[in-house]
């Protein structure tokens, strides 16, 4: 039985072509809309600063309203040694306090050089209109090769791509169960974590704090976790999501330029995104004395629970189908009144076109290709799928690329049958997976090779070999 389904070609190709393009598509204006909009001349936006004495609070906050009008949120302290407390315990980016004809602005280098150049800007105006001297004090300098207090973000983004990337390689990982998964995204955070660590600290990149390596740690295991856990809901729009998740969202509110030089929309993605806590995490063992470094954990630790609630919600739905087709298999012997609606009947083992699908299309649980001894597709070859007491469910024919897809197959082992006029037929065993779509491809060899074959390879001529 053939399935094909005839259309005009305009139109195929108009929806191959959206297809294909969408993702890119997608990519292209989020980095165009993000990326420009966050990098293009940073401007402060809410910077908490603290300055000692009431009446000093006043005046400087009149004078910053009307230089950056909404770009500074300034709060009085007692007195300087406060002023310097509040920047090393990260409630507050810089502090400032004075004493005759001299003032001090109290900074954080590891907050990154430009927002310390922004900072220095302003209140050195300041100084110089009330003919002040002004002297600027790094608390939290970073190490000699870091002078732009942005090598974390750029560590950062290294441990956490690579997370995505094995989820990704995972999801073809078919023999792997969930636990598995899990299994090997922990084992290959504590890896990359350990390797980045070591190799920042050995090449003077980072300060030597083991700390860090928790931080890495719960970035690359949250990445990899919750991208496991949205590739069933997302299904293949999952390159979009990841991609748009760990780079065009993440990056530019990363931290590579200050949060507090970034626009309001950035600073929420800073907030809740796992890159931009890592980065903050990270600061905060490194250069703060694990100041502010609760809340980034937090974070990091939430998008690992929902990873892990995604995937069981995933188990839950794939047991509740289970269980539904496991009762009608059990009640298939019963007589029952014929369905006139074809929307209820219960899923059917069906061939399908092979052919890129389209969002709410059945995918194949079972697809792969049939070739011949050279590596040359073997058109209408006939593919049987069967039970294992030998019950034929589904029967197809291979397209001129020698390709065949089938769903709607039963969980457990099938036969799958590969028949040509003129070469020996092949037989593979597979197990069927709810939601996991299995290969098994075909190398069928003329019945005329047969005998030297079989004085080379006399395995070839098994009747039933299993599936690789």
Not at 79 to 105: I, N, Q, W
Not at 223 to 230: D, E, I, P, Q
Not at 369 to 386: C, G, I, K
């Amino acid at each position: 039985m053939k399935h094909r389904i005839e259309r005009p070609r305009g139109v195929s190709l108009v929806k191959v072509l959206a297809e294909t393009l969408t993702v890119p598509a997608l990519l292209f204006l989020g980095l165009l809309f993000c990326f420009p909009m966050a990098f293009h001349q940073p401007q402060p936006d809410h910077a908490k600063l603290v300055i000692a004495g009431v009446p000093l609070e006043r005046r400087v906050d009149t004078a910053l309203q009307s230089q950056h009008p909404g770009g500074f949120d300034v709060a009085a302290v007692a007195d300087a040694r406060e002023a310097r407390r509040a920047v090393l315990d990260r409630d507050a980016v810089a502090g400032f306090a004075t004493k005759g004809k001299h003032s001090v602005l109290y900074v954080a280098g590891a907050n990154g050089v430009s927002l310390e150049q922004s900072l220095t800007k302003g209140f050195a105006r300041l100084a110089a209109h009330d003919h002040q001297k002004l002297t600027v004090t790094d608390v939290a300098p970073t190490v000699r090769k870091d002078g732009l207090g942005t090598t974390l973000v750029y560590f950062a983004i290294a441990w956490n791509m690579p997370g995505y990337i094995l989820a990704t390689s995972l999801l073809r990982a078919v023999t792997l169960n969930r636990r598995r998964k899990l299994l090997m995204v922990t084992c290959f955070a504590a890896v990359v974590s350990a390797v980045g660590f070591f190799v920042g600290v050995g090449l003077g990149y980072l300060p030597d704090s083991p700390a860090a390596l928790a931080i890495a740690f719960l970035l690359t295991t949250a990445v990899g976790t919750f991208s496991l856990g949205m590739a069933p809901f997302v299904k293949h729009f999952f390159p979009l999501a990841g991609l748009g998740l760990y780079i065009v969202l993440s990056v530019p509110s990363s931290g590579l330029v200050p949060v507090q030089l970034l626009p309001r929309f950035f600073q929420v993605l800073h907030a809740v995104m796992p890159l931009g806590n890592a980065v903050d995490g990270l600061r905060g063992v490194l250069y703060f004395d694990d100041a502010g470094v609760l809340k980034p954990v937090l974070v990091l630790c939430a998008w690992i629970a929902a990873g892990m609630t995604l995937l069981g919600l995933d188990a839950w739905r794939h047991h509740r189908v289970a269980a539904r087709q496991l009762a009608e298999d059990e009640q298939e012997d019963v007589p029952e009144p014929p369905v006139e609606d074809p929307s209820v009947e219960a899923p059917v083992p069906t061939a399908l076109p092979v052919r890129p699908h389209h969002f709410g299309e059945l995918l194949p649980m079972l697809e792969g290709f049939v070739r011949d001894s050279e590596q040359q597709p073997v058109r209408h070859a006939a593919v049987t799928v069967m039970d294992t007491s030998g019950r034929q469910l589904v029967r197809t024919t291979t397209n001129p690329r020698g390709e065949y897809a089938v769903t709607g197959l039963p969980e457990g082992y099938v036969s799958v049958v590969v028949s040509h006029p003129g070469r020996d037929p092949l037989v593979h065993r597979k197990l069927m997976q709810s939601g996991v779509a299995v290969r098994a491809d075909f190398t069928l060899h003329d019945r005329c090779n047969r005998t030297s074959r079989a004085a080379a390879h006399p395995l070839d001529l098994e009747p039933t070999g299993r599936g690789s």
